[in-house]
């Protein structure tokens, strides 16, 4: 099922429509800044386990999430003065900021090292999205593991449509995944590069 939303200005019908959704298990695929995502409300086992079964992933490799702003952060992961002040800077924005988890975050969306990955893509839909939710959700690109991801939606309905319980329709999408950094022991380092520059990092 696909769910065309404005994406600059989310009708709020259709994003209740999105939520209900996900409050009832299911998962979608979404736009974000920078590609396609895979979500579903953190807190619910059941889908994670789905997103995991439709990417063929490794599930000791925890999927990171979305948070609708930088206090709805602080729930999830320690915060610095340090940290705050980068993410501040930089988000919204197609980062991945590597922090340590606190215990509300769901063993599954941890590391052995007890981190978390969390993103505030610069996406009204996605953003709009998490607000009325009330809390994170999954956030991993559209692909099985290992290959390239998908930036249509029309595509992404096609190949994987039928896993999945809607895909909201943002338009089409022209970015990479988002770059990962962390931020942990207060030290920057770039995990992953994808869209988001990082020239500022050498100006620290």
């Given at each position: 099922?696909?769910?065309?939303?404005?994406?600059?200005n989310?009708q709020?019908?259709?994003?209740?429509?999105?939520v209900?959704?996900?409050?009832?298990?299911g998962?979608?695929?979404?736009p974000?800044?920078?590609?396609?995502?895979l979500?579903?409300d953190?807190?619910?086992?059941?889908?994670?386990?789905?997103?995991?079964?439709?990417?063929?992933?490794?599930?000791?490799?925890?999927?990171?999430?979305?948070?609708a702003?930088?206090?709805d952060?602080?729930?999830?992961?320690?915060?610095s003065n340090f940290?705050?002040?980068?993410?501040?800077?930089y988000?919204p924005g197609?980062?991945?900021?590597?922090?340590?988890?606190?215990?509300?975050?769901?063993?599954?969306?941890?590391?052995?090292q007890?981190?978390?990955?969390?993103r505030?893509?610069?996406n009204p839909i996605?953003?709009?999205?998490?607000?009325e939710?009330?809390?994170?959700?999954?956030?991993?690109?559209?692909?099985?593991?290992?290959?390239?991801?998908?930036?249509?939606?029309?595509?992404?309905n096609q190949?994987?449509g039928?896993?999945?319980d809607?895909?909201?329709?943002?338009?089409?999408?022209?970015g990479?995944?988002?770059?990962?950094?962390s931020?942990i022991d207060?030290?920057?380092?770039?995990l992953?590069?994808?869209?988001?520059?990082?020239s500022?990092?050498?100006?620290?």
């Amino acid at each position: 099922m696909i769910l065309a939303l404005n994406p600059e200005n989310p009708q709020q019908r259709l994003v209740n429509r999105v939520v209900e959704c996900l409050k009832q298990g299911g998962v979608i695929a979404y736009p974000t800044d920078t590609i396609y995502g895979l979500g579903c409300d953190i807190f619910n086992k059941k889908g994670v386990k789905k997103i995991y079964q439709i990417k063929q992933r490794d599930p000791r490799k925890p999927f990171s999430f979305i948070c609708a702003d930088l206090s709805d952060v602080s729930n999830y992961a320690q915060v610095s003065n340090f940290a705050f002040k980068i993410m501040k800077r930089y988000l919204p924005g197609p980062f991945t900021f590597v922090l340590e988890a606190t215990r509300v975050v769901p063993d599954v969306l941890t590391t052995r090292q007890k981190t978390v990955g969390i993103r505030i893509p610069d996406n009204p839909i996605a953003l709009s999205i998490v607000r009325e939710l009330g809390h994170p959700i999954v956030t991993t690109s559209v692909n099985i593991s290992g290959e390239e991801s998908h930036c249509d939606p029309v595509i992404i309905n096609q190949q994987v449509g039928k896993q999945l319980d809607m895909v909201v329709d943002g338009g089409n999408l022209l970015g990479e995944q988002s770059t990962v950094i962390s931020l942990i022991d207060d030290k920057v380092e770039v995990l992953r590069q994808g869209s988001g520059d990082t020239s500022w990092i050498h100006q620290l």
